[in-house]
């Protein structure tokens, strides 16, 4: 067995562009018997791109959730920009419109035009006008490649079509945080770069984001650090080109001799 935590969670913190945005801190999970987040600790800086990679069922996406309360958690504390996560209420929906959120399957509102998506959040969460909702988002849809879609409905979008509308529609917000939640692996193989160099591009502007992702050129390219996860625990916390070029740990090599045989 690995050991799983070698020294405090924020003394493992390879970049520090600027202040801790998203603290975890000793966060517990179950489902039933099935334990899938164990005494998490992680720091992601602003402006940082931290990407959670590991095997199926290893706690990703559970993690990825419990960030913005979809997922609620058993124990611990999880904060955004120094505010810890209400339970519920408006307290709750405030904070998680500065977290925005991009799915695996999308999440559009399907009776609802690309334009309409983007702008709802604004509108109604921000208080925006329309036409300024509308202005702001014409300038994200030609950011992410899709500004001649707007008066579509998204089911007459590809998939990647759609999963960059619904990078316009968490950009619309203003996040502090963006969270990725494997956004291409339910696309086409030909989608995804198109998916990937917009995520690039935001990062490379300063984006803060959390990315879980198959996607091991992203990590590569894009991320400040790599937090590679097993059987509910961080085993590893890294640099991109420490992690692929010497992982510390059994589960670690294992899983990256799987992953980049293919």
Same mark, same amino acid.
């Given at each position: 067995?690995?050991?799983?935590?070698?020294?405090?969670?924020?003394?493992?913190?390879?970049?520090?562009?600027?202040?801790?945005?998203?603290?975890?801190? @000793?966060?517990?999970?179950?489902?039933?018997?099935?334990?899938?987040?164990?005494?998490?600790?992680? =720091?992601?800086? %602003?402006?940082? =791109? =931290?990407?959670? $990679?590991?095997?199926?069922?290893?706690?990703?996406?559970?993690?990825?959730?419990?960030?913005?309360?979809?997922?609620?958690? @058993?124990?611990?504390?999880?904060?955004? /920009?120094?505010?810890?996560?209400? @339970?519920?209420?408006?307290?709750? &929906? %405030?904070?998680?419109?500065?977290?925005?959120?991009?799915?695996?399957?999308?999440?559009?509102?399907?009776?609802?035009?690309?334009?309409?998506? !983007?702008?709802?959040?604004?509108?109604?969460?921000?208080?925006?006008?329309?036409? /300024?909702?509308?202005?702001?988002?014409?300038?994200?849809?030609?950011?992410?490649? !899709?500004?001649?879609?707007?008066?579509?409905?998204?089911?007459?979008?590809?998939?990647?079509?759609?999963?960059?509308? &619904?990078?316009?529609?968490?950009?619309?917000?203003?996040?502090? !945080?963006?969270?990725? @939640?494997?956004?291409?692996?339910?696309?086409?193989?030909?989608? $995804?770069?198109?998916?990937?160099?917009?995520?690039?591009?935001?990062?490379?502007?300063?984006?803060?984001? $959390? =990315?879980?992702?198959?996607?091991?050129?992203?990590?590569?390219?894009?991320?400040?650090? !790599?937090?590679?996860?097993?059987?509910?625990? $961080?085993?590893?916390?890294?640099?991109?080109?420490?992690?692929?070029?010497?992982?510390?740990?059994?589960?670690?090599?294992?899983?990256?001799?799987?992953?980049?045989?293919?």
């Amino acid at each position: 067995m690995e050991p799983t935590e070698s020294a405090p969670a924020t003394s493992n913190i390879t970049v520090l562009r600027g202040e801790p945005l998203v603290v975890i801190s @000793d966060v517990d999970k179950h489902y039933g018997d099935l334990h899938v987040l164990k005494k998490i600790n992680a =720091v992601v800086n %602003r402006g940082e =791109v =931290v990407v959670v $990679i590991g095997p199926s069922g290893s706690g990703k996406s559970t993690l990825c959730r419990a960030i913005n309360r979809l997922e609620t958690i @058993d124990a611990g504390v999880i904060t955004i /920009d120094g505010v810890k996560l209400p @339970d519920e209420g408006k307290d709750l &929906a %405030r904070l998680r419109a500065d977290v925005g959120m991009v799915f695996q399957a999308f999440n559009l509102f399907a009776h609802k035009t690309v334009l309409e998506n !983007v702008t709802l959040g604004p509108i109604k969460v921000r208080g925006l006008s329309k036409a /300024d909702a509308e202005k702001k988002a014409m300038v994200l849809l030609e950011r992410v490649g !899709v500004a001649n879609q707007a008066k579509k409905m998204p089911a007459q979008l590809s998939g990647g079509q759609q999963q960059r509308v &619904a990078i316009a529609r968490a950009l619309a917000m203003d996040p502090k !945080v963006i969270l990725l @939640d494997e956004p291409t692996s339910a696309l086409d193989p030909e989608m $995804i770069n198109e998916v990937l160099e917009v995520m690039i591009d935001l990062a490379s502007d300063g984006m803060t984001m $959390i =990315v879980v992702t198959h996607e091991m050129g992203f990590a590569r390219k894009a991320a400040d650090r !790599v937090i590679f996860m097993a059987e509910g625990e $961080i085993v590893e916390e890294t640099t991109p080109e420490k992690f692929f070029t010497n992982p510390q740990s059994t589960r670690a090599k294992d899983f990256l001799s799987k992953i980049l045989a293919h």
